[in-house]
């Protein structure tokens, strides 16, 4: 168990819908990444939050956002899905802006139909 | 751009038998650091091992080794005394430390096969 959680664990919607995919870091991680994972993609970074604030940006579509509450824990948003946004979206974190191994959580799998 | 290469998409092994995984990669960093991650059917990924660029001894953890050839710009990982359950998608990942960015790039991944 790495100590980083996400919820839902599956989640099945239909296109067009808008989701919200949440992640709690490990106590004490102010970092916090999202990756996805397709098949023809492989793995992809997304975005990078660190205590509240936006640091990074990968190959993020602009129909998919994020945010980091005070609380540390991130939500990453995906509104007008679309059949290839079916993924699995993992969350990570680490202690600081350059910590060393990033932690994953166990994802949350998206089927959109 | 950080590339990482993993030319093997699938491996066998058997039981107790050692084997390697290969990974190449590219950056034009000169401080980076290599990590490899398991992920079993399951689905979560499992952070195995990690080597820092500037890093003189190769890094092992328990029966993980890498086998790091700065030159040749590999980062192969070495299971030593394979068991059924190291069976999964192994994935070898960089990180360029220089820059503000601290995304990890991963390769293609390789499927590991442990037979009894």
């Known amino acids: 168990d790495s100590g980083v959680t996400q919820t839902p664990k599956h989640l099945i919607t239909a296109t067009g819908q808008r989701v919200t995919l949440r992640c709690s870091p490990r106590s004490g991680d102010l970092s916090v990444y999202w990756y996805q994972q397709s098949l023809d993609q492989g793995l992809q970074f997304l975005i990078q939050?660190?205590?509240?604030?936006?640091?990074a940006k990968g190959n993020i579509l602009e129909r998919f956002s994020a945010q980091q509450f005070p609380d540390l824990h991130s939500e990453l948003n995906l509104s007008s899905l679309e059949l290839g946004d079916s993924a699995l979206y993992f969350c990570a974190s680490t202690e600081g802006l350059a910590g060393r191994e990033q932690y994953f959580g166990p994802g949350t799998r998206l089927t959109v139909t | 751009a950080q590339k990482i290469t993993q030319t093997q998409p699938g491996m066998f092994v058997q039981e107790k038998e050692a084997v390697t995984l290969d990974c190449t990669y590219d950056?034009?960093?000169?401080?980076?650091?290599l990590f490899w991650y398991k992920q079993p059917s399951s689905g979560e990924m499992i952070f195995l091992i990690y080597?820092?660029?500037?890093?003189?001894q190769n890094a092992t953890e328990g029966r993980y080794s890498l086998n790091f050839q700065k030159a040749r710009k590999s980062a192969n990982l070495v299971i030593s005394a394979s068991q059924l359950g190291d069976s999964a998608m192994y994935f070898c990942a960089m990180r360029e430390l220089n820059t503000g960015f601290q995304k990890l790039v991963f390769g293609t991944g390789t499927r590991l096969l442990v037979s009894p």
């Open positions: 939050y660190y205590n509240g604030e936006e640091r």
């Open positions: 080597q820092g660029s500037y890093d003189e």
């Open positions: 950056t034009s960093d000169q401080s980076y650091g």
